[in-house]
Every structure is written in structure tokens, then in C-alpha cells.
């Protein structure tokens, strides 16, 4: 953008404005369709008298121009959008400045030509609005959320027992039948709304999924073992977070460091940023986008957690202040319940505790801060390893004196430290090595174990991650099938010379 137009004051530093030389009064779609995109969205300014290339050129007949443009928005706009216009002089050259408000009626079309189409804004050009676009403007032109909205799903045939054993944990307060309606999750003749349908235990609402994965390396393509661990959620909202933050702490490494009279804990990510973000991606998605689900991706260095749906005023994360952003809510009854248990706050101040979790943390520097970014139809928040790249000589890894295994921990014995020193030499990712001890220490050499076995141990939910495990402990010659056992029994190898005998202490 050129800088006259900001020192002008004509535009803010968006891009919600466009400009031409002239209006086309022979093709009027060729601007109509930005003021039914400035008026579907946030409001925006049309500015006549400029070049493409930002020249200032002038109206020679600014009122007579005026006049026609006003004319043209009363013939071809439907229903006609609130407007301003004015004739301003800038640097010796008159301009005339159409300023379109966001409109309350949408959505608005361009009626012309054979036509009756709505515009978006995506980025600097209008585009046809979508099926999704045109729900969502009909929405806000009745003053109602997507998630207020009635289904066909009667109340008799679903249960809420997830949503309702996560709000006990969270309130120590027993849902009753009367909670549901007055919560938004019933409308008056006993059917679901939208919110009572995702927040109901086998949602009916397919595409809410979370698709969880622990990949090998730094992206997506890790070489032989592409994820170490991974997990596709689905059923009620309760369930989608629950188990989406059990799969991270699961991925959540810990380190430790010894001070002059405590020790600091140093996770890879801190859980209320953690907590934070899942929170935001599961109740502030686009629930109308079809075909797009949650995702979360750890890398060694990073952690992507990718929710579909944009900022909901259109604006773009990465172009604000993230301590300042006012709360906006696209499905408030779902944050409602969400507030009542105490995960989230009226205020809107997730991206404030985001930051500060991460600034509390004893390894932050500034270049970890998070980061964030948006577009019209996606959201995505990147979290930083906090421990990637840091001396071992620094830190302790807590898993040299304990591991988790599920939600349990056990101590390591001589045989364990030596497996880990192993393990670290020929170069396998902690998160796999810490399952691989894990399952170790439980088994010792004299037991068997099966894929079922290790699913139970570690808490996976998916037998392919417990496959990884063992496909792992095969390559490195750790394990053997057990004679006599049946198939898919293993045991540790007595004998492993042939890989690394070092391992064993």
C-alpha cells in the first residue's frame, strides 16, 4: 500500500479498500461486487481518482461522478447498503471516496446483468461468496449463532454422560435434565440445537473430529518411521478435549533442572498454553465448513494446532496485537458451557494466558513466543519446543529418573539407564525411547507382551500406535517373537550382542 494513502488518512493499514481511476458505469460489476463484499463484511472504502499503480490521477467531474455511483448502488445493489460518500483533494487531485458500512441485512448482492450474486473479501479482491458464506450472512442477518440453530436430532436418543462427567470434575455440580435447555443444548420441542448435537455423546455432527499426531522429525516427512505416535478423536465435544490433551501430555516431554533449593520443571509445552489453544480450536471453529477437522501436529521443534474457520470479524491474527484482541465468539452457547466449567473465561483472554504461560516458562526466550496465524478460512497456533536445542548438560530429562507409562510412573533401574544411553546413541526420538522403557521396565526379559498390552501400558487409543512401537523395537533387534506363545507375543531378547550388548549395564 502506498503511503500517501495511510498519512491521507483515506485507509487504515488493511485491506479493506480498492481503487480505481474511474467508475465503469457500462460494466458496473467491476466495483459493484467490492461494495457487496465491504458491506458482507467488515466495511471497507472505494477510492476513484488512483491508478493501479497507486498514481494519484483525480476526477475531473467529482460531483456529476458522485451522483451516478449513488444511482448505480440504488438500481444494482440488493437490498442497497449503508454508504458515505465524499469528495476529498489530496496533493492538488480530487478524489471521491465511496465508504461502504458493514451492513446489518446481509447477505447483499450485485443484481445486474442476469445476475444476483454476493461478494467476499479475501484478502484485497472480492470473490463469489459460497454456499458456507451465504449461511453464515443469513445467520448474522437474524442476530443468531450456528451453534443456537435446531437440528432434526430428538433429545430422547442421545446422552450426554461425557459432557456431564466433565462438568462434575469441573464444578463438583450434577447435571440435571432442566441444565440442557436452559443451556442452549435443547430448543423448546425437545430437539438438539447445533451445540447439543456436538456437545451429545455419539455426535451426530461427523466432521468435528481431531486428528492427533506425534511426528518423526520436523515435518511430515520423517524418512522411515513417519509418526511415532497418532490418534483420531470423535464423539462429544467433552471427549474431543479430553482426549486431545491426553494425547499431548502424552507427547509432552519433561525436563528438570536442579536450583539453589527447589527444581524447575520444564515441560516442552506449557499445559495452560496447551490447554488454551485446544480450548479455542475446538469451540471457536467454523462448524458450517464441511469437510475440514482440528489437527494437531508435534514436531521435535513445534507443536500446530490448525482449526478451521478465520478470525470471525475477518480480520487476520498475525496483523494484530494478540494481547489486545477483543473476545468474538462464533458459537456462544458452546463457550458458555465451556465458561461454566471454568475452562474458559467471558473475557476473551485466551491469547493473553497463551503468552503469558509461555513467558512464565523457565526456558522462554523471545524468539519462542507463539505463533499465530489466520486467513478467511483457517486458524493455526504454533507453539515452540521450549526444550529443543537446549545442552544436555543443562538440563535433566525426568524420564532418566522416572517415566511415564499411562498415567503411572515407575523408576528405572540399572538395566533402564543402560537401554536409554542405547537408545540415545542410535539416535531414536525420546518420545519413542521413553515408550520403549516404558514397556521395558514392565515387561523385564522373562514376560511376554502383545500390541494390546502396550495400547493399555501407554494409554494409546489407536493399536497402530503401539504397532510403531514394536516395529521400532524389532528394527533395533530388541525384541523377538516368543516361541510358544502364540502370534503377536514378544519378548526382550536374552542375548542381543549382535545389536549392542553396552545397552544391558
Not at 483515506?10 to 458505469?25: A, N, R
Not at 465435544?237 to 536450583?259: D, G, Q, V
Not at 524468539?367 to 526444550?387: G, Q, W
Not at 542405547?422 to 516404558?438: C, D, G, Q, W
Amino acid at each position: 500500500m502506498n503511503s500517501w494513502l495511510v498519512k491521507s488518512g483515506l485507509v487504515g493499514e488493511t485491506t479493506q479498500y480498492d481503487k480505481k481511476i474511474l467508475p465503469d458505469f457500462r460494466k458496473p460489476k467491476s466495483w459493484l461486487k467490492s461494495v457487496s463484499a465491504f458491506a458482507n463484511g467488515l466495511g471497507g472504502k472505494l477510492i476513484f481518482g488512483v491508478a493501479d499503480d497507486d498514481t494519484l490521477v483525480g476526477i475531473e467531474n467529482p460531483k456529476e461522478v458522485s451522483e451516478k455511483i449513488s444511482e448505480a448502488i440504488k438500481d444494482k445493489m440488493d437490498p442497497v447498503p449503508p454508504i458515505d460518500l465524499q469528495i476529498k483533494v489530496v496533493n492538488g487531485k480530487t478524489l471521491v471516496i465511496l465508504e461502504v458500512v458493514q451492513g446489518r441485512d446481509t447477505p447483499y448482492y450485485f443484481a445486474g446483468d442476469g445476475m444476483h450474486t454476493a461478494y467476499v473479501r479475501i484478502g484485497n479482491q472480492s470473490v463469489r461468496a459460497q454456499a458456507h458464506d451465504l449461511k453464515r450472512m443469513v445467520l448474522r442477518a437474524e442476530r443468531r449463532s450456528p451453534d443456537s440453530l435446531s437440528t432434526d436430532y430428538p433429545r430422547s436418543k442421545y446422552t450426554f454422560f461425557e459432557l456431564q462427567r466433565l462438568y462434575k470434575k469441573q464444578t463438583r455440580i450434577v447435571l440435571e435434565e432442566k441444565d440442557y435447555e436452559s443451556f442452549g443444548l435443547i430448543d423448546d420441542k425437545g430437539f438438539l440445537t447445533y451445540a447439543g448435537a456436538l456437545l451429545a455423546d455419539e455426535s451426530p455432527i461427523r466432521h468435528s473430529r481431531v486428528f492427533c499426531t506425534r511426528w518423526n522429525g520436523l515435518d511430515k516427512a520423517g524418512g522411515l518411521l513417519e509418526a511415532w505416535d497418532d490418534m483420531e478423536v470423535s464423539g462429544s465435544l467433552a471427549n474431543l478435549f479430553m482426549e486431545t490433551m491426553n494425547f499431548i501430555r502424552r507427547n509432552n516431554k519433561m525436563r528438570w533442572k536442579k536450583l539453589a533449593s527447589s527444581r524447575a520443571n520444564m515441560p516442552e509445552y506449557p499445559e495452560r498454553a496447551v490447554q488454551e489453544c485446544v480450548i479455542n480450536a475446538l469451540i471457536h471453529r467454523d462448524y458450517l465448513e464441511i469437510g475440514s477437522e482440528v489437527h494437531v501436529d508435534i514436531f521435535d521443534d513445534r507443536m500446530e494446532i490448525f482449526s478451521p474457520g478465520g478470525m470471525l470479524d475477518g480480520s487476520q491474527i498475525q496483523n494484530l496485537n494478540p494481547m489486545e484482541v477483543r473476545s468474538k465468539r462464533r458459537n456462544p452457547v458452546i463457550a458458555d458451557v465451556f465458561n461454566r466449567m471454568g475452562l474458559m473465561e467471558r473475557r476473551g483472554s485466551g491469547f493473553r494466558k497463551i503468552i503469558d504461560a509461555y513467558r512464565n516458562a523457565y526456558l522462554y526466550r523471545e524468539d519462542l513466543l507463539p505463533r499465530m496465524y489466520s486467513n478467511d478460512v483457517d486458524f493455526c497456533v504454533v507453539l515452540c519446543n521450549l526444550n529443543y536445542g537446549t545442552e544436555k548438560d543443562e538440563v535433566n530429562v525426568i524420564g532418566n529418573e522416572s517415566f511415564a507409562a499411562g498415567n503411572e510412573s515407575f523408576a528405572a533401574g540399572n538395566e533402564s539407564f543402560a537401554l536409554i544411553r542405547f537408545l540415545e546413541r542410535v539416535k531414536v526420538p525420546n518420545i519413542m525411547s521413553e515408550h520403549i522403557v516404558a514397556v521395558y521396565t514392565r515387561v523385564k526379559e522373562e514376560k511376554v507382551f502383545s500390541r494390546k498390552d502396550i495400547m493399555e501400558w501407554l494409554g494409546f487409543s489407536a493399536s497402530s500406535a503401539a504397532g510403531r512401537v514394536i516395529n521400532t523395537m524389532k528394527k533395533l533387534d530388541l525384541i523377538e517373537h516368543a516361541e510358544g506363545r502364540g502370534n503377536g507375543k514378544y519378548q526382550f531378547r536374552k542375548d542381543v550382542e549382535g545389536n549392542d550388548s553396552v545397552w544391558r549395564g
